[in-house]
């Protein structure tokens, strides 16, 4: 396994336009996290995954922004509408079952620049 | 509510130098974990080490040592010997034992380590 993966790494858009991000955990982690983090600040979380259902969702998701993880296994990020606020990286992050303090392994993220 | 705290924003020495970089954290909880990542300028956030709230055990890995305090609520992180390859952005953070393990980060501290 070659651990997360995160597609595209770098995303330019338009004001307005819509985007979707991909997240690949590692295969035997069942969860699945979305953090944002915009230029100079720690990763903030945004949303979290148990398999395939979304168990816990940050108040910085508005209703722009909807995640999936349809199988449990992939998910996708997207967010409608784009502002220039939404410009920052995407991380995606998994952790095995039993977490327990165990630390997550961080995809290389998404930079989405919205023009 | 849980927060983290790095009261250094950027770090700069000249290599070889040793170099302590600070984390404050609160919560209410008894049982939390800590955590310090490492974020090179290729994005990717890489851990570099777990405590839990019961282990005050200080550490040591390599060049890398960490003191964990709760009397103080930190867990500083030291680099001895710094080398111009630790330059990067390093992050504390924290999680609890609820269900969601969701990190809370740190605004994170620039190093620079100048040849």
């Known amino acids: 396994d070659t651990g997360v993966s995160q597609d595209p790494r770098h995303k330019i858009t338009k004001r307005g336009q819509n985007v979707t991000f991909r997240c690949d955990p590692i295969s035997e982690h069942n969860r699945l996290y979305w953090y944002r983090q915009t230029l100079g600040q720690g990763p903030e979380f945004l949303t979290y995954?148990?398999?395939?259902?979304?168990?816990?969702k940050s108040r910085l998701l508005s209703d722009r922004f909807s995640a999936e993880r349809p199988k449990g296994s992939f998910s996708t990020l997207e967010i409608q509408r784009t502002e220039q606020g939404d410009s920052a990286m995407y991380l995606c992050?998994?952790?095995?079952?039993?977490?327990?303090?165990?630390?997550?392994?961080f995809g290389s993220g998404t930079r989405l620049t919205v023009v | 509510a849980q927060k983290v705290t790095q009261a250094q924003t950027e770090i700069s020495v000249v290599e070889k130098e040793d170099v302590t970089l600070d984390c404050v954290y609160e919560t209410r909880d008894t049982t939390y974990y800590l955590f310090w990542y490492k974020q090179p300028p290729s994005g990717e956030l890489v851990f570099l080490i777990r405590r839990n709230s019961f282990d005050e055990q200080n550490e040591i890995s390599g060049r890398y040592s960490w003191n964990f305090q709760k009397s103080t609520s930190s867990f500083n992180f030291t680099i001895t010997a710094s080398q111009v390859v630790d330059s990067a952005v390093y992050f504390c953070?924290?999680?609890?034992?609820?269900?969601?393990?969701?990190?809370?980060f740190g605004g994170g501290t620039r190093l620079m380590v100048k040849p």
């Open positions: 992050a998994s952790s095995p079952p039993n977490l327990k303090g165990y630390g997550y392994t």
């Open positions: 953070a924290l999680t609890n034992n609820n269900a969601g393990n969701m990190l809370t």
């Open positions: 995954f148990q398999n395939e259902a979304q168990l816990e």
